[in-house]
């Protein structure tokens, strides 16, 4: 069951990495079959362990299970 749509998550992830002080250089959805892929690169974060972190706050959030978010770190 689709809970938000794909606009809404990708400002509420990025008013939420924002408020954190995470920079993003970008974000890409990838839509397919059985829901949503996001992936969002970061500038300032350096360690996948604090992206982890990240990812399952946003879980929190945006609790849809269609809707799969990965982050990144780039140099």
Known sequence: MKVVDVNTA????KEFLEG???????????????????????????????????????WKIIPDEEISILIYPVD
């Open 10 to 13: 990708l400002e509420k992830i």
């Open 20 to 58: 954190r002080g995470v920079k993003i250089k970008d974000m890409y959805v990838w839509e397919h079959d059985e829901g949503v892929l996001i992936q969002v690169y970061t500038i300032n974060i350096r360690s996948m362990k604090n992206t982890t972190k990240l990812e399952k706050e946003l």
